[in-house]
């Protein structure tokens, strides 16, 4: 049974603000290149669900869950990661 955190419920979280309230993180590339521990982290979990299942998407508070990724120090790095790696065009956010 998977425990969700009380920061990922709350309407004011920093996922929902910064990222919107329904977003999904699509896999485009499966590059590594110049990213750090996290942003590789990030892309290795999206390529295992890619394998998995055959969707590279998920939403960012499954992510976080996922990644065990607790806090909202940690959340806010995270956020910070999704953007940079959408900057590079390895990932896209896309609001639903």
Known sequence: MVRVNSFF???SSPCRRKLGA???VVLTRKTT???GKL???IVQHLL???????ESRVSPEKLMLDLNITGSEKAYECIDALR????RNVLR????
Do not use: M, N, P, Q
């Open 33 to 35: 290149w110049r990213c």
């Open 9 to 11: 419920k709350e309407e």
């Open 39 to 41: 942003e590789r982290s």
């Open 22 to 24: 329904k977003a999904l």
């Open 84 to 87: 940079r790696l959408e900057k």
């Open 48 to 54: 295992k669900l890619d394998a998995s299942f055959g």
């Open 93 to 96: 956010i896309v609001e639903l």
